[in-house]
T-cell receptor, first 117, second 114 residues
């Protein structure tokens, strides 16, 4: 299994540009999420999905959109990039056991390092 | 807001020594997890301890949880240079239905000197 894959690894955008960060997992996990990691801030949840067709906002959702049309894929869209969105983005997935997701080990992708100029 | 807060923020030890890292949190939890992140890589799950457990072991790792003090500790015994990484605690809280919340701390940077 490839686990959780993310593309691209690095990206530089200009302010106002849009782009999509790709995330895919081959473990048939129901739960997928996006985090951003900033120095001194730890990981902050952007959006998450508990299954195909179901998404919800996390702690810092503004400026980002997500959709979940399949179990495997969970893309993150930046609508109009801003310098404040310069960060490292991690996608994670987790199986559902016993009706909850936070009980379970989160599997992280390698990250996308995004710079917005 | 951050739920888990790790202490110390940075730790430097000699290879072979034990490393102890602490995590404190503010509200009730259902579980607490520890993750490791090597430089430039994603997070890797190390261990999960449930709120009704007090201690758990995995190889050279020992995790304790004291729900009365709202704190956890991660002990790495006989440290190796390869243990150099950032370590994060994450608190898990079951809300309703399929909803639950996993909140990460800011991390501890561990350096193990050869």
């Amino acid at each position: 299994n490839a686990g959780v894959t993310q593309t691209p690894k690095f990206q530089v955008l200009k302010t106002g540009q849009s782009m999509t960060l790709q995330c895919a997992q081959d473990m048939n996990h129901e739960y997928m999420s996006w985090y951003r990691q900033d120095p001194g801030m730890g990981l902050r949840l952007i959006h998450y999905s508990v299954g195909a067709g179901i998404t919800d906002q996390g702690e810092v959702p503004n400026g980002y959109n997500v959709s979940r049309s399949t179990t495997e894929d969970f893309p993150l869209r930046l609508l109009s990039a801003a310098p404040s969105q310069t960060s490292v983005y991690f996608c994670a997935s987790s199986p559902r056991t016993g009706g909850a997701f936070s009980y379970n080990e989160q599997f992280f992708g390698p990250g996308t390092r995004l710079t917005v100029l | 807001s951050q739920q888990g807060e790790e202490d110390p923020q940075a730790l430097s030890i000699q290879e072979g020594e034990n490393a102890t890292m602490n995590c404190s949190y503010k509200t009730s939890i259902n579980n607490l997890q520890w993750y490791r992140q090597n430089s430039g890589r994603g997070l890797v799950h190390l261990i999960l301890i449930r709120s009704n457990e007090r201690e758990k072991h995995s190889g050279r790792l020992r995790v304790t949880l004291d729900t009365s003090k709202k704190s956890s500790s991660l002990l790495i015994t006989a440290s190796r240079a390869a243990d150099t990484a950032s370590y994060f605690c994450a608190t898990g809280l079951f809300l309703t239905g399929a909803n639950s919340k996993l909140t990460f701390g800011k991390g501890i940077t561990l350096s193990v000197r050869p």
